[in-house]
T-cell receptor, first 108, second 118 residues
Framework: DAKTTQPPSMDCAEGRAANLPCNHSTISGNEYVYWYRQIHSQGPQYIIHGLKNNETNEMASLIITEDRKSSTLILPHATLRDTAVYYCIVRAGNQFYFGTGTSLTVIP | GAVVSQHPSWVICKSGTSVKIECRSLDFQATTMFWYRQFPKQSLMLMATSNEGSKATYEQGVEKDKFLINHASLTLSTLTVTSAHPEDSSFYIC??????????????FGPGTRLTVL
C-alpha cells in the first residue's frame, strides 16, 4: 500500500517555481523517497530520489525535512510541458506502490 | 540511457482470446522487471514482480493463472493476459530495474500498452 499523501491537484503559472508537497509520516529510516511524473497516456518518468539529504538534478530539486516525514519537489521554472500527474513514492523493499499523486497544471 | 520499450503500444482483441505484451530494456540489463495496471483516472497498481529465471511474485488479488509472466532473459519480460474479458481492458505498464550502474535503485518505465477487449 502507498505510504504517501499528496494534494490531488495544483496550479502553477508558467515560469514560476512549482512546489509539490508530499507527506510520508510512517517512513522508515532506510526507505528512499522517489518522485515520478506521468504525462497523459504515457509511462511514468523518473525525476529524482533521495534518502535524507536534499538532492538536485537537471529536472528538479528534492527537499526532505529533517524528520523525513515530508518532502517537497521543486520545479524551478515550470513550463507547459511540466503539466502532468506527479507521484511521490516511498520505496518499500523492491517494490513501488503508487499513491494517487498530484495533478499539476501549468497555466500560461 | 535507461530506455524501456513495450510492444504493442495498443491492442484490441475479442473476449476469450489471449494477448501477449512484451517489455524490453533496450540499453541495460535488468534482473527485476515489474508489471503494473492502470485504469482510467486511477493510479498505477503493481501486479507482479518478475525476476530473470524464476517465477514471478504476484500482488494480492492478482490471478497468476490469468496473467502469465515470463522473464526469460535480462532484457525481456512478457505478460500474457489469458482468456481476456472486457474488465481486463486497461493500460498495462512495465518497468525495469538495472542490474548495474548508477541507477540500480531506480525503476525505469515503459510507455505502456493500451488493451481493449471487446
Amino acid at each position: 500500500d502507498a505510504k504517501t499523501t499528496q494534494p490531488p491537484s495544483m496550479d502553477c503559472a508558467e515560469g514560476r517555481a512549482a512546489n509539490l508537497p508530499c507527506n510520508h509520516s510512517t517512513i522508515s529510516g532506510n526507505e528512499y523517497v522517489y518522485w515520478y511524473r506521468q504525462i497523459h497516456s504515457q509511462g511514468p518518468q523518473y525525476i529524482i530520489h533521495g534518502l535524507k539529504n536534499n538532492e538536485t538534478n537537471e529536472m528538479a530539486s528534492l527537499i526532505i525535512t529533517e524528520d523525513r516525514k515530508s518532502s517537497t519537489l521543486i520545479l524551478p521554472h515550470a513550463t507547459l510541458r511540466d503539466t502532468a500527474v506527479y507521484y511521490c513514492i516511498v520505496r518499500a523493499g523492491n517494490q513501488f506502490y503508487f499513491g494517487t499523486g498530484t495533478s499539476l497544471t501549468v497555466i500560461p | 540511457g535507461a530506455v524501456v520499450s513495450q510492444h504493442p503500444s495498443w491492442v484490441i482483441c475479442k473476449s476469450g482470446t489471449s494477448v501477449k505484451i512484451e517489455c524490453r530494456s533496450l540499453d541495460f540489463q535488468a534482473t527485476t522487471m515489474f508489471w503494473y495496471r492502470q485504469f482510467p483516472k486511477q493510479s498505477l497498481m503493481l501486479m507482479a514482480t518478475s525476476n530473470e529465471g524464476s517465477k514471478a511474485t504476484y500482488e494480492q488479488g492478482v490471478e497468476k493463472d490469468k496473467f502469465l509472466i515470463n522473464h526469460a532473459s535480462l532484457t525481456l519480460s512478457t505478460l500474457t493476459v489469458t482468456s481476456a474479458h472486457p474488465e481486463d481492458s486497461s493500460f498495462y505498464i512495465c518497468s525495469a530495474r538495472p542490474l548495474s550502474g548508477s541507477g540500480t535503485d531506480t525503476q525505469y518505465f515503459g510507455p505502456g500498452t493500451r488493451l481493449t477487449v471487446l
